[in-house]
């Protein structure tokens, strides 16, 4: 079913990363979610009443306040969709993000008013009326439920979306309160033992411990995530593909929406070579970047001297010399300002951020190992956090 209303109601639905088609998944997604939680709504409160059930009852509330989150939903993928302007000039994706966080927030205050009111309820048992109509209902609001669940978790994957994914989550945890409401009423007609508080503070854990974990997914993205290792390795090899381009380092990617990359790294290239043909490579990288993977690439020019066999014979035994220190430490941008009696070599050190050092530990180390290669060896350093390493060790430069 979702993959008809997908192809019925959204014009170019395989585009995903199109910021207009993924504008239309979650207005779709929003709006089904609106009017299905407003159906279950008044369906349940009318039941609530009738019968005298305040499990029931708490559970309509529960669902109006989940047509609540589907128009924040709403709300949220409708500001994303804005274009840049001068005060936003990377978009407005992010406020998807921000609404994913506002459902996460639901979640958590809706968890712990269910276990308030499940104490009370526990200190102050009432049976309710009992009636074959209310265990009904009540199993079709599950199946209705276990629909959304899924709806929202399939469009969710196909637009990678924290907050359709955590509304999803919401579902499921509608799941096992009405179906804790579904028990209770159940075993309360058939043992005259009123369950339902019980059951109410067992799911609404539950409940408070997702809205946890969701509050730390949705903040993480608001605060700057280390890109997937695929994408890195997706940009090492697509850039060192290119004629001429001889090493890259320093990649950094910042994300401001899931169709809004955008990424800095500082490329190679023979000094020798033209500096009219190094423009031009990669100015032509950074075009088929924006076009092939839809990311706005700049690139720093590095002209690396090839030709000069004694600094390249040097760099190599620094490498080596570093290398037994830890393999996770990389140089770059290396070069030797050649002295008689004193010659400073110069270079970037690139050490994970967990590294046991403090960077003035790391440079007297190093320093001290150069030293012991010819004493007349200075060594100047910069060390290297801001960027991120492929795993092929060949990319790394």
Not at 91 to 98: D, K, L, N
Not at 118 to 141: C, G, N, R, W, Y
Not at 161 to 183: F, G, K
Not at 351 to 364: N, Q, R
Request: charged share 15%; proline share 3%.
């Amino acid at each position: 079913m979702t993959n008809i209303l997908v192809r019925k109601l959204i014009k170019n639905y395989e585009n995903t990363g199109n910021s207009r088609v993924r504008e239309n998944y979650g207005k779709l997604a929003s709006i089904m979610g609106i009017a299905s939680n407003l159906l279950l709504f008044f369906i349940k409160i009318t039941i609530g009443l009738v019968f005298n059930s305040i499990s029931i009852t708490a559970d309509a509330v529960n669902n109006l306040s989940d047509s609540g989150s589907s128009l924040v939903t709403l709300l949220g993928f409708k500001l994303s969709g804005k274009p840049a302007d001068a005060d936003h000039p990377f978009g407005h994706q992010r406020m998807e993000y921000i609404s994913g966080l506002v459902v996460s927030f639901i979640i958590l205050f809706l968890g712990l008013q269910l276990i308030e009111s499940s104490f009370d309820k526990i200190l102050h048992p009432e049976l309710p009326q009992f009636s074959m109509i209310t265990v009904v209902v009540l199993i079709i609001a599950i199946l209705i439920k276990l629909w959304q669940c899924l709806f929202y978790r399939k469009i969710g994957k196909n637009i990678n979306s924290l907050t359709l994914m955590a509304t999803a989550i919401d579902s499921r945890n509608d799941i096992l309160a009405t179906s804790a409401v579904l028990v209770a009423t159940i075993i309360t007609y058939l043992t005259g033992f009123d369950l339902d508080g019980y059951m109410g503070v067992v799911v609404a854990i539950f409940i408070i411990i997702s809205g946890i974990n969701l509050v730390r997914e949705t903040i993480s993205p608001l605060l700057g995530t280390a890109p997937s290792n695929e994408l890195v390795d997706q940009i090492y090899e697509k850039i060192r593909s290119y004629e001429h381009i001889i090493g890259l380092h320093d990649l950094m990617i910042h994300s401001y929406g899931e169709t809004q990359t955008y990424a800095s790294v500082h490329c190679e290239v023979p000094a020798e070579l033209d500096c009219l043909i190094s423009h031009s490579v990669i100015d032509q990288i950074e075009r088929d970047f924006l076009k092939d993977l839809n990311i706005h690439l700049i690139i720093h020019l590095d002209p690396v001297i090839t030709n000069d066999e004694k600094t390249t014979a040097l760099k190599e035994q620094v490498e080596q010399t570093i290398a037994g220190l830890s393999p996770e430490i990389h140089i770059h941008d290396f070069r030797v300002v050649w002295g008689y009696n004193h010659s400073n070599l110069i270079f970037d050190v690139v050490v994970p951020y967990d590294a046991p050092w403090s960077d003035e530990e790391l440079s007297m180390m190093i320093a001290n190992e150069i030293y012991k290669i010819n004493p007349t060896y200075h060594a100047v350093i910069t060390v290297d956090y801001n960027h991120y390493v492929p795993n092929q060790d060949e990319f790394c430069v």
